[in-house]
């Protein structure tokens, strides 16, 4: 699964740049810092926007396609934001078999976003997974750390409007 970049505008502050300026300085001459470095700066922001992924190519005088190769390989980083609520929907095999791809479309319908998306105000992000390990759920979605098993498409509003409402 690719990853998408966020459309979302860039809202890095003052204070955050200076804490990434530091990190990069302590990693500056160590082979191999990218990882490291990557992995504080999403700390840092929460995701890794091409913005953040600049200052660290340059800060570490590496070639930007660098980066950007270690921040897609790894699925621990994050090119688009994550919401207030961090939707996560399962499309392992059992969930998928289940309905979990009509869960997904309902998601996005309601929400206006694709999976790997943040809606403009940052209240919702959605995530497609390959398995969150509750296949006797089958399908499931988290929303943060609430899990929701054996749903149906037509529930989705239902579930969003608890979060909407919070």
């Known amino acids: 699964m690719q990853k998408k970049i966020s459309s979302l505008p860039f809202q890095g502050t003052p204070e955050q ?18 990882m490291p470095v990557l992995q504080e700066a999403q700390e840092i922001y929460g995701y890794l926007p091409l913005e953040v992924q600049i200052m ?16 897609t390989f790894y699925s621990q980083f994050a090119l688009t934001p994550k919401g207030k609520y961090h939707i996560s929907v399962c499309l392992g095999t059992a969930c ?10 309902k998601l996005s319908e309601e929400l206006g976003i694709e999976a790997e998306e943040c809606t403009p105000d940052t209240k919702f992000s959605l995530t497609a997974c390959r398995c969150i390990g509750a296949c006797g759920l089958a399908p499931v979605i988290t929303v943060n750390d609430d899990v929701y098993g054996r749903l149906t498409a037509d529930e989705i509003p239902g579930i969003l409007k608890k979060y909407k409402e919070a």
């Open 56 to 71: 660290i190519a340059d800060g570490l005088n590496v070639p930007l396609d660098e980066v950007y190769g270690v921040a």
């Open 17 to 34: 740049e200076a804490k990434l300026k530091e990190i990069i300085e302590q990693y500056k001459d160590d082979p191999g810092a990218v």
């Open 96 to 105: 998928y078999v289940k309905g979990s791809g009509d869960v997904l479309n």
